[in-house]
């Protein structure tokens, strides 16, 4: 919103003041000023001038040779406006001066040379009218500054709209203007509201059929109108602050809405008689003032004359009752609608308009009945043969609650944590309009109706006005007493981290964030189908709707993605995915970390092996303890329907490894080769960690035994294992695999199993008897002893 | 005889310098002092000398045993070192400029920004908390005082799901959850000091500036005497560590239907100092985060007495905080899986400061 310091000027005397300081001030105290504007710096050496006598260009029928008077001296003209007269006053920018569109300098214009510019308003920055140069109603003396006549200097700021949604009293003027009455400790001038007073009979009959959709409605009647454009001044400031002049009645009607906050309508007063305020029993079109045709559902307020719709109540007037020229008599409403009711119809219809915008931040229904005085008042002002030709009606149908907040001194000190005094604190109360009854530190403050409608409603509130104009800045700041205490460790953040520090640090894996939902487009192109899960509603595109179920297939479209990084790279995140809902249908959020490891060569083995190597790596380091894996059938029907496996510790799932089904291992790459795993971090978390158990180094000497092993097409390394831990042994130190060999179905392998003892040197014999016992064992699972 | 001795010196002499590796000098040491070398010969001769004369000769042959193995074992010092320095004139002199393990991994930037943000709430006494990214309308917006028809719930902000739950617009959404885990440790005398890092959503076209999927970090404190006047010391004592220097702060007033009073916080532009460039558009400020007091109504909802306890929160855009950081300027980065921007944040534990102050 664009606010003109002329205009608070009206309602505060800032003589003296340094506005721009002022102007910081409120951005510290009331919301952020985002640009301040210099109006009319721009223009200078602008004076009346008086055109002397006018003669047609010998060679252009557009131009005209004029002599202006500019008071000093005459000064020979060439102008291309089309309204020039003998006698006219015109606005004269001279040599040596400037309009915003540049420096004025003596120029020679097609032969003639010429001394100056008569402008329009448009060239001076005032509004945009551009039909001809200005017609000056003056009788100043010709040489006079044109900023004597009109406001053409004025200091606008921009204060952002978003800081003042929940301020309604602030979408005015006259709202801000309290507030740089409070900052500067001045006082704030009352409104002039015209006299409503009417003899005859007359009075527009309205009727509200959705009371609760509207807190008032409040209308009347003027007639005998018979100027249509507005004067310069308030064209001027309503230019300034961003609205261009339409005709007096529509610019009387913005002027007031930037003046107060209150929007209000004129319809044309031939096409009213009798208003209903409520909604349309079926879809209907309606055209609005804008010339576009828009459908109306049930839930829009309208206006109707009857049963004819004249307007969108709160957002836009209607073509047929519009304002035009010769409207001599006005029915002006000025009304309360509710504010969510219009947010929703303005959405719903996509259209946003200067009112609406202010109806959804709750407007004090108080207002009204100013905005009709004030509608009188300028009216009149500018046409004086203008009379009121009604009775006021107001339909107050609903109300806010008066508030009334109680609070003591003490309250205010332990929240602000200084001391600001009573007598500070009542007169910034007071200054914003509250009323203040105080008594041996107790305050009963009453809230003022312009911002009783949601803004201030509990004590805290009340804090923020006085803080706010004490100014944050003159805070004495101190720290809380509260001591600090040790924060415990979070055991399974730091797992996290810790898994994430090996994956990059010992594994040089990449880590990487993705979205929570899956795409549908990218999964296509490697063939994964997006599996039924909760969807986001409203989300753009609709292949994008579903959440994940893993991390898997967001990170293969990651990796396959990534094909011109590198040969051969590891990506991984730590993020959340919806393992389907809970008997409540509620989504069921898992913590999971995802892990795709890639490699264009295509060893596919190897590859897996790294995953397994890393998934023991993260399980030893943070837990003690040894994976487990387990095959399993493929939960995605793209994973391998023979490498997929599940991770356990202590014999529970912790998560899944697989390797790509060929199908979508061939729409991913040719011949690269790309592996995944995900564990859930949730169950992961839940494992307890081993301790590190410490084992003396014994100091006798150790045997070993090789065994070369033949192995079934199906024997697992971990079935041999069992072999030789069902025994039980304390001597068994360790046991290594140092060679395997694998030919045409053929495999063999070569375990060296190293023995030592606390107490004492092992005898071969002791030895033999533990081998025989494992190669029992293994006998009894089909391997033999390779011949 | 005697002139035996001085013959066998003058022979080994003549050879010793012509061994010329270890090798030669060991056979040197075979010929001259060997079982069957030409000193055991002398030995053996010595049985012919006559006895008187026998000692005096005996010494000789000892006199030269001694120097042929002293000059022996000088060779053989010499002729390592030879060989040393022939080792070390051969070898290659290692470029330590080639670029080794290009392969580095890499941590998301959000990863270390969020760990350096965590340790320094830790140091201040901070817990760090998980929270979901799905929750529902209560935890997002009733708890916090988000009245129903608050445009902050409107479609065109929140996604919402088909579980009739919705991605968390906000951490304030984990509010509600952490105050009511340490209520009871809060009304037995502790403090609540808390940090929650998330991840948010919000309905938004996604282009440079705009992300609809981004790091927030929610921040509160809940004691008896919380103060506005506390709320500002901690913001800018906590800012001043996070960005490593000495930092001016400022509040506005901004409207947040969870605080009261509520903040807007702006820092002394980092690039200029506050003088006005084109990263502040020209005022000297940044906004960073807001904050405020916590609502009575939030405090209340999570039954903690509005009246006894007071408390301030905040909030940090960490993928803001990043992008300032590192100086990203395409918030796109983030999200985009693209191993070559992300690639460069390498194996950090931390960042120092470029300017670090000396004091303690």
């Known amino acids: 919103m664009f606010v003109s310091i002329n205009w608070i000027k009206d309602y505060v005397d800032l003589d003296g003041i340094d506005i721009k300081k002022l102007i910081n001030s409120f951005t510290l105290a009331t919301a952020e000023v985002e640009d301040i504007f210099e109006k009319g710096a721009d223009v200078q050496k602008v004076v009346v001038g008086e055109i002397l006598s006018v003669e047609n260009h010998p060679n252009s029928k557009k131009l005209h040779l004029l002599k202006v008077d500019a008071g000093f001296k005459v000064c020979d003209i060439v102008c291309g406006a089309p309204n020039v007269r003998v006698g006219q006053k015109v606005a004269l920018a001279l040599a040596g001066g400037r309009v915003p569109g540049g420096e004025i300098n003596i120029a020679t214009v097609a032969g003639y040379q010429s001394e100056g510019m008569c402008c329009s308003e448009k060239e001076l920055g005032i509004s945009d009218e551009h039909n001809g140069i200005m017609d000056l109603e003056t009788d100043a003396p010709n040489g006079t500054d044109i900023k004597a006549l009109y406001p053409i200097d004025d200091i606008v700021f921009e204060v952002d709209n978003k800081s003042l949604t929940n301020r309604p009293d602030l979408w005015g003027h006259y709202g801000i203007a309290r507030e740089f009455a409070a900052l500067t400790g001045r006082e704030l001038k009352s409104l002039k509201l015209g006299d409503l007073s009417y003899d005859g009979d007359e009075q527009i009959d309205v009727t509200v059929g959705r009371e609760d959709l509207v807190y008032r409605y409040s209308c009347i009647k003027m007639e005998n109108i018979t100027k249509n454009v507005s004067p310069l001044d308030m064209r001027i400031r309503l230019y300034y602050c961003g609205m261009r002049g339409i005709n007096l009645l529509a610019d009387v009607t913005n002027y007031i809405m930037l003046e107060i906050g209150q929007p209000t309508h004129a319809f044309n007063a031939n096409k009213i008689d009798n208003i209903v305020v409520s909604t349309p029993k079926e879809k209907m079109n309606f055209k609005t003032l804008d010339n576009v045709e828009r459908v109306i559902d049930e839930d829009t307020l309208m206006i109707y004359n009857g049963n004819e719709p004249v307007a969108i109540a709160g957002i836009m007037g209607g073509l047929d009752s519009e304002i035009v020229e010769d409207t001599g008599a006005v029915v002006l409403e000025s009304a309360s609608f509710d504010g969510i009711s219009v947010r929703k119809s303005s959405s719903r219809l996509g259209h946003r308009t200067d009112a609406s915008a202010r109806y959804e931040k709750m407007l004090d229904p108080e207002l009204t009945l100013d905005a009709v005085g004030r509608f009188v008042e300028i009216v009149k002002s500018i046409d004086p043969a203008a009379r009121v030709a009604s009775k006021l009606t107001d339909k107050y149908v609903r109300r806010y609650a008066p508030i009334s907040l109680s609070f003591n001194k003490k309250y205010v000190d332990k929240y602000t944590g200084i001391d600001i005094s009573d007598e500070q604190i009542m007169k910034t109360l007071t200054a914003l309009g509250f009323g203040v009854e105080y008594k041996d530190g107790d305050y009963t403050v009453s809230v003022p109706s312009w911002r009783a409608t949601k803004d201030v409603t509990i004590k805290a509130d009340i804090i923020e006005e006085i803080t706010r104009i004490y100014g944050y800045d003159n805070f004495a700041i101190s720290t809380t007493r509260s001591p600090l205490k040790p924060v415990a460790v979070d055991y399974s953040k730091a797992e996290d981290e810790e898994a994430k520090d090996i994956l990059v640090k010992k594994y040089n894996l990449h880590e990487v964030n993705s979205y929570v939902w899956c795409d549908g487009r990218k999964y296509k192109k490697l063939g994964i189908d997006v599996e039924d899960n909760v969807k986001v509603l409203n989300i753009e595109n609709s292949d994008n709707g579903i959440l994940r179920n893993s991390m898997m297939p967001t990170l293969l479209v990651m990796a396959n993605e990534n094909k011109d990084f590198a040969e051969k790279y590891g990506l991984f995140e730590i993020g959340r995915v919806v393992d389907g809902t809970d008997e409540n249908g509620r989504a069921n959020e898992k913590k999971r970390l995802g892990v795709v490891l890639y490699d264009k060569s295509g060893d596919e083995k190897s590859l897996y092996f790294k995953a397994v190597e890393m998934i023991n790596c993260i399980i030893g380091e943070t837990k003690q303890k040894k994976a487990g894996y387990s095959k399993i059938a493929p939960e995605h029907n793209w994973q391998h329907p023979k490498n997929t496996a599940e991770i356990l510790i202590d014999g529970k799932k912790v998560g899944v490894l697989c390797a790509l089904h060929p199908a979508n291992r061939a729409k991913f790459d040719k011949t690269a080769a790309a592996v995944a795993f995900e564990i859930d971090m949730n169950s992961f978390n839940e494992i307890n960690a081993a301790s590190i158990s410490f084992r003396e180094p014994s100091a006798q000497q150790s045997t070993y035994y090789d065994l070369s092993l033949v192995l079934g097409e199906n024997t697992k390394f971990s079935e041999l294992e069992a072999c030789w831990e069902k025994l039980g042994l304390a001597e068994l130190e360790s046991v290594k695999v140092i060679d395997t060999y694998e030919k045409a179905g053929f495999r063999s392998i070569t375990v060296r199993l190293v023995f030592i003892a606390m107490d004492r040197t092992l005898e071969m014999d002791e030895v033999q008897g533990w081998i025989d016992s494992i190669l029992a064992n293994l006998n009894a699972i089909g391997v033999s002893i390779r011949a | ?360």
């Open chain 2, 1 to 360: 005889m005697f002139e035996k001795p001085a013959e066998l010196k003058k022979l080994f002499e003549e050879k010793v310098n012509q061994a010329a590796a270890s090798a030669d000098v060991e056979q040197l040491r075979i010929e001259f002092l060997g079982k069957k070398g030409h000193v055991a010969e002398l030995m053996q001769e010595l049985r012919n000398v006559p006895n008187e004369l026998k000692k005096e000769a005996g010494q000789k042959i000892n006199e030269v045993k001694q120097f042929i193995e002293g000059a022996i074992a000088e060779r053989i010092e010499e002729i390592k070192k030879l060989e040393e320095q022939k080792l070390i004139d051969s070898a290659e002199s290692y470029d330590e400029s080639m670029p080794i393990n290009a392969d580095l991994g890499s941590y998301h930037p959000i990863t270390l920004v969020r760990r350096e943000v965590e340790s320094i709430f830790q140091s201040m006494g901070f817990t760090v908390e998980d929270y979901s990214e799905i929750t529902d309308d209560y935890n997002c917006f009733e708890a916090l005082n988000i009245p129903k028809h608050h445009p902050a719930r409107d479609m065109q902000d929140t996604y919402y799901l088909s579980s009739n739950q919705l991605l968390k617009t906000h951490t304030s959404a984990a509010q509600n959850t952490i105050l009511r885990k340490y209520k009871a440790s809060l009304e037995s005398g502790k403090p609540i000091r808390a940090i929650f890092p998330g991840r948010c959503f919000r309905n938004e076209k996604i282009d440079a500036c705009h992300e609809n999927t981004f790091f927030q970090m929610e921040g509160i404190m809940v004691d008896e005497e919380i103060s506005i006047s506390n709320l500002i010391y901690f913001m800018k004592t906590m800012l001043s560590e996070v960005f490593q220097r000495d930092i001016t702060v400022r509040l506005r007033p901004g409207f947040f239907p969870f605080v009261e009073p509520g903040f807007e916080l702006d820092i002394s532009c980092l690039i200029c100092g506050g003088k006005g460039c084109p990263s502040c558009k020209d005022s000297g400020w940044l906004e960073l985060c807001p904050c405020g007091m916590i609502h009575p109504n939030v405090l209340t909802a999570a039954g903690i007495d509005p009246e006894k306890y007071t408390g301030f929160a905040f909030g940090l855009g960490m993928t803001r905080l990043a992008m300032m950081r590192y100086g990203v300027k395409d918030i796109r980065v983030f999200n985009s899986g693209n191993l070559k921007a992300l690639s460069q944040f390498t194996e950090k534990s931390f960042t120092r400061p470029e300017n670090e102050s000396k004091e303690a």
